[in-house]
């Protein structure tokens, strides 16, 4: 299928009604990707086109979730690709620590993390290279990604058993309890530690200061342009000589400045020395709950009065990450109840909708600045409205003493922006077409020139897999004709065995004689239908039966020397003169000859077994046998 220039242009308005309606600008993704996937989606809704999938988007506003589902692959696992992690633990992790004085802190941003996996992953390495204590004292492990589904998974941190093969059983039962529902849930304790948020790679500014970032099989989604705008803020977020540790199929950075490779098979590269900015550690002083509780307590009343009448949403978090206010607003907003004062700010919903308050937090502690996030879209049961919040830390003396969140309700104003940005779109289009209504005139020969052209080199593909698919259906003739080749001797074969069989049996039947046919461990093979009158036993009752274990009137186990001397070599034929009792209860004198057969060269095979009755006088079986046959050829 040839793309046409509408078609681009109708996909790139798709992408801008996704980045103006939900703040998500997928227009740095490579356009292949993005066909193919959105494509599949337009089918399952029965969409022809990308101006009639915008439509939808907008009649249907579910449809969003399906969408980013299908364009956000979370693909994840504990320790993909266990070699990578062996070297993390090996080799990088004790690099970090050893440039880092007792106790500093250690920070960690795993970028695309999915469903938490990968984040988890890090804190069982880390807590296994630190020990538990070090871990939930120095450790920080960022975990973001803009799929909100796969957020809420990720801060649960419940997984199934499936998703728990490839942990080391070990490992498995020191970090992980088991959940209700028989999944695993990661260890509470140490999952303070790890804070999951929302986070745009390509729009939303980075973490800063880390000593380790994993961005594994994300950027591989990019085109080169953003690829390299994201690596550059990648290089402003790590510390002098820090880690990145990429995917496999992330190839980039072979080529790049800002990182030196450490092991590039394993895509671990170290951070050059280079642009980016100098990176001073923003020390964070914390003082004991119970003494910032009696400073404020001092002043609760006109604390309380005054924060009730703040006319935006506000709460204070104290520096030990515990809820210490809320002011009326805010408790209206949030559902929060005095029970929810000195609770941990993590444990609460506000801590992460709208929007993750943890990571903001940590900005300002860190920056010792006001850390802001605008435009954050939040539905609530009142409808869809949006806030700037704004994280202020609280200072004593120079010491942190916790921060203040006010969330800043803007959606008139947005709703206001949005308008004027349509308005003014919709302006700038129609000035666009009049300017390009001369450009497409000028441009139609060539465009039917160019189809005239794209039209023979069609024809020519055509022909050319017109001649392959001849080419194709001669060796699927000449391969159906050795088919059937085959399968004609193999009928011959099976007839010729057919009418030998036919034969054997028709010669077994004829002869007046018991034949036994036994293999070398006295299986019977072969027992005639002589046998069957003599011994009142079927052929399909005795064969593969020992012949030494039958039940019959002849005494078998008085056989075993003749038989064995024909198993051991002997020329056989040696007759034996047994006294029997056939099928009716009469008695006679059977009898038997005892010759081995060969089926190649060398010892016997099996042994062939003739019986035959003699007259004992009292009517046996020579009067079914012989004196029949003499009554037949007209004896007396």
């Known amino acids: 299928m040839i793309e046409s220039a509408s078609d681009n242009g109708d996909l790139e308005n798709l992408l801008e009604f996704v980045k103006r309606s939900r703040r998500f600008d997928f227009t740095g993704y490579k356009r292949t990707t993005l066909q193919r996937r959105i494509a599949k989606r337009m089918h399952d809704v029965g969409c022809d086109s990308y101006v009639d999938y915008t439509d939808y988007l907008e009649v249907h506003p579910d449809e969003f979730v399906e969408f980013f589902n299908t364009l956000l692959i979370n693909v994840t696992g504990f320790f993909r690709d266990q070699p990578a992690w062996d070297f993390l633990s090996d080799e990088v992790l004790p690099r970090i620590l050893s440039g880092k004085e007792r106790g500093e802190p250690i920070r960690v941003w795993s970028a695309g993390c999915a469903t938490g996996e990968e984040a988890y992953t890090l804190a069982m390495v880390l807590a296994e290279v630190l020990g538990v204590e070090q871990f939930r004292d120095r450790v920080k492990i960022y975990g973001t990604d803009v799929d909100d589904e796969a957020l809420a998974h990720a801060r649960q941190a419940i997984y199934s058993p499936k998703d728990m093969e490839p942990l080391p059983q070990r490992l498995a039962d020191t970090y992980f309890e088991s959940a209700n529902g028989g999944g695993y849930t990661f260890d509470r304790d140490l999952r303070r530690s790890v804070i999951f948020g929302r986070h745009d790679l390509v729009q939303d500014a980075p973490i800063s200061r880390l000593d380790l970032l994993l961005c594994r099989n994300t950027l591989m989604y990019f085109n080169s342009e953003t690829q390299a705008q994201v690596l550059r803020r990648f290089h402003f977020a790590l510390n002098e000589g820090a880690f990145l540790f990429l995917g496999k199929a992330e190839t980039l950075l072979t080529q790049s400045p800002l990182f030196r490779p450490v092991d590039l098979r394993l895509r671990i590269f170290e951070r ?66 005095g029970k929810d004062l000195g609770a941990p700010l993590q444990d609460l919903e506000v801590s992460y909708r709208p929007i993750d308050l943890r990571t903001l937090i940590e900005e300002a502690y860190a920056q010792r600045r006001d850390s802001q996030q605008r435009a954050v879209t939040w539905a609530t049961k009142q409808g869809e409205r949006t806030f700037d919040v704004s994280v202020t830390p609280l200072l004593e003396n120079g010491a942190i003493v916790g921060a203040a969140v006010a969330f800043t309700d803007v959606t008139q104003h947005q709703q206001l922006r949005t308008e004027l940005e349509l308005s003014n779109r919709e302006l700038e289009r129609a000035y666009e077409e009049l300017q390009s209504t001369n450009e497409e005139l000028e441009t139609t020969n060539e465009e039917l020139q160019s189809s005239v052209e794209e039209l023979e080199t069609t024809n020519e593909e055509l022909q050319s897999t017109n001649e392959e698919l001849e080419t194709m259906n001669e060796e699927l003739q000449s391969t159906n004709d050795e088919l059937q080749y085959v399968n004609d001797e193999m009928q011959r074969r099976s007839d010729d065995l057919t009418g030998l069989n036919s034969f054997f049996r028709a010669v077994m039947s004829s002869i007046d004689t018991g034949v036994v046919v036994l293999d070398r461990q006295l299986t019977v093979q072969v027992w005639n239908a002589r046998c069957e009158d003599l011994w009142g036993l079927r052929s399909d009752e005795v064969r593969g039966e020992s012949f030494l274990g039958l039940d019959i009137g002849l005494p078998v186990d008085q056989l075993w020397g003749p038989i064995r001397a024909c198993l051991d070599g002997g020329a056989g034929d040696a007759e034996v003169a047994l006294t029997a009792r056939d099928r009716r209860g009469r008695d006679f004198v059977c009898r038997v000859r005892c010759r081995p057969f060969n089926l190649a060269q060398g010892t016997a095979d099996g042994v062939v077994v003739l019986m035959e009755g003699q007259d004992s006088g009292d009517g046996g079986p020579t009067e079914d046998g012989s004196e029949q046959r003499r009554e037949a050829a007209g004896g007396d």
């Not at 119970?290 to 935006?312: H, I, M």
Request: no cysteine.
């Open 272 to 337: 050059m020395n280079g642009e980016g900015r100098e990176r001073v550690p923003a020390p964070i002083v914390r003082i004991e709950g119970a003494e910032v509780e009696s400073r404020v307590a001092g002043r609760a009343t006109l604390r309380d009065g005054a924060l009730d009448e703040v006319t935006v949403p506000m709460l204070v978090v104290d520096v030990n990450g515990a809820l210490a206010m809320v002011n009326k607003r805010g408790r209206a907003l949030f559902g929060l109840t």
